[in-house]
């Protein structure tokens, strides 16, 4: 398999990560617990990253989605693994990969109120700005990126490359 070309180091990455995280501790320093939800898989690499530096108290937990036919179209994302934990008067921090059609984040932060939040904001380290179809307010946000297929730190090709540490991106070629 190819490799990546560098879209986004893994000390910009890290340097941001920490911005983010002074963020966050700065808004919740007051907050009896912060409920942080990560969106499986591609969330994970960031989420662990991102927590690590975060000094106020967490709990954690996960969602899965799917698309029905894996494609995007409005209104069918699906949950495959739903919350363990109640999240009624909670303040909840969802934490995300990449905001692309929005749809996921949509239903998933649409859910997250349905059900009681205290409060909801939403963490995504990348912003594909011009791929999105329905609007989705980002909180904290990494990076805005380009209209480009991008792998890495999270992100897969067909479940590959998840691992790699820095931001990639397949040339078409490849
Ligand atoms: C990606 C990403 C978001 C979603 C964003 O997950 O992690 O959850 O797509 O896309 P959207 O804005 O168009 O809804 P994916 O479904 O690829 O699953 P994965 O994280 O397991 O790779």
Same mark, same amino acid.
Request: overall charge negative; hydrophobic content about 40%.
């Given at each position: 398999m190819p490799t990546p070309s560098t879209l986004i180091s893994e000390t910009d990455l890290q340097n941001r990560i920490d911005e983010i995280a002074g963020e966050i501790n700065r808004d919740y320093a007051d907050s009896d617990l912060l409920i942080c939800v990560g969106v499986l898989k591609g969330s994970v690499f960031f989420m662990v990253d991102l927590l690590k530096r975060v000094t106020a108290p967490v709990a954690v937990d996960f969602f899965q989605t799917a698309s029905y036919g894996g494609a995007k179209v409005p209104g069918e994302v699906r949950i495959r693994k739903d919350l363990d934990l109640s999240i009624r008067g909670r303040d909840v921090l969802l934490i995300e990969d990449i905001v692309d059609t929005g749809y996921t984040l949509r239903t998933i932060l649409d859910l997250l109120r349905f059900r009681g939040a205290k409060s909801v904001k939403l963490c995504a380290l +990348?912003?594909?700005? !011009?791929?999105? !179809?329905v609007e989705v307010p980002i909180d904290y946000r990494g990076f805005p990126i380009e209209n480009v297929f991008v792998v890495g730190y999270g992100l897969d090709y067909d479940e590959r490359y998840?691992? +790699?540490p820095y931001i990639g991106v397949l040339e078409e070629e490849q």
């Amino acid at each position: 398999m190819p490799t990546p070309s560098t879209l986004i180091s893994e000390t910009d990455l890290q340097n941001r990560i920490d911005e983010i995280a002074g963020e966050i501790n700065r808004d919740y320093a007051d907050s009896d617990l912060l409920i942080c939800v990560g969106v499986l898989k591609g969330s994970v690499f960031f989420m662990v990253d991102l927590l690590k530096r975060v000094t106020a108290p967490v709990a954690v937990d996960f969602f899965q989605t799917a698309s029905y036919g894996g494609a995007k179209v409005p209104g069918e994302v699906r949950i495959r693994k739903d919350l363990d934990l109640s999240i009624r008067g909670r303040d909840v921090l969802l934490i995300e990969d990449i905001v692309d059609t929005g749809y996921t984040l949509r239903t998933i932060l649409d859910l997250l109120r349905f059900r009681g939040a205290k409060s909801v904001k939403l963490c995504a380290l +990348l912003d594909k700005v !011009e791929a999105r !179809e329905v609007e989705v307010p980002i909180d904290y946000r990494g990076f805005p990126i380009e209209n480009v297929f991008v792998v890495g730190y999270g992100l897969d090709y067909d479940e590959r490359y998840r691992n +790699l540490p820095y931001i990639g991106v397949l040339e078409e070629e490849q």
